[in-house]
């Protein structure tokens, strides 16, 4: 079947690093996606992986093992904006996405 | 704008109603993505099209849901005989080629809330 399992929620201290876990089982794979959604918002573009590895972008890390069919996002350096939810998404060759259920951080001063 | 554009941003309806929700994707962008979200829950694809074919309606929940995009463009996804289950946000997304590669971008969403 199709899963894709995220923790609910993460809570960490301004200035503090999280990193959010990602597993999947999904029929087809072309990247993975982690999205953020800030309440009531669109979710917006973070990251995109295919290969294995880790792909760095200022204070946002994903990284991906394909074998293992696991991926994490890292935030470092915690600001009390990036309190929001956060969303890994496996996408198919035609751009479709399947999502986790996310998972909400709360980033306390 | 450049952005995704969706309107209405809220909607209300009654039990049995037929209601429509459009999506004004980001002018050029081939692929346009229907997805929704339920309260406490992930998003759910619904559709896929690109261009004005839809080679994915895998997502839609029951023939009471159907979408549909003219000029390439503009997209509306109509709900028939509303139920209450039916209440979520529907969020539409386009990107570029509809590329697995291809970065999708959200619109800010219907609210729908049947009654």
């Known amino acids: 079947g199709q899963n894709i399992d995220q923790p609910t929620e993460m809570t960490a201290t301004e200035g503090a690093i999280v990193q959010i876990n990602c597993t999947y089982q999904?029929?087809?794979?072309?990247?993975l996606f982690w999205y953020q959604q800030h309440a009531g918002e669109a979710p917006t573009f973070l990251s995109y992986?295919?290969?294995?590895g880790l792909e760095e972008k200022g204070r946002f890390s994903s990284f991906l093992s394909r074998s293992k069919g696991y991926s994490y996002l890292l935030l470092k350096e915690l600001q009390m904006k990036d309190s929001a939810s956060y969303l890994c998404?496996?996408?198919?060759?035609?751009?479709?996405?399947?999502f986790g259920a996310g998972t909400q951080v709360v980033v306390t001063p | 704008g450049a952005g995704v554009s969706q309107s209405p941003s809220n909607k209300v309806t009654e039990k049995g109603k037929d209601v429509e929700l459009r999506c004004d994707p980001i002018s050029g962008h081939t692929a346009l993505y229907w997805y929704r979200q339920s309260l406490g829950q992930g998003l759910e694809f619904l559709i896929y099209?690109?261009?004005?074919?839809?080679?994915?309606k895998s997502g839609l929940p029951s023939d009471r849901f159907s979408a549909e995009r003219t000029g390439g463009s503009v997209s509306t996804l109509t709900i028939q005989r509303t139920q209450q289950e039916d209440s979520a946000v529907y969020l539409c997304?386009?990107?570029?080629?509809?590329?697995?590669?291809?970065?999708?971008?959200f619109g800010p969403g219907t609210r729908l809330t049947v009654t």
């Open positions: 099209f690109q261009g004005n074919s839809a080679p994915d």
């Open positions: 998404a496996v996408t198919d060759s035609w751009g479709k996405l399947q």
């Open positions: 999904t029929s087809g794979f072309n990247g």
């Open positions: 992986n295919v290969l294995d």
């Open positions: 997304a386009s990107s570029q080629m509809g590329l697995a590669t291809s970065e999708q971008y």
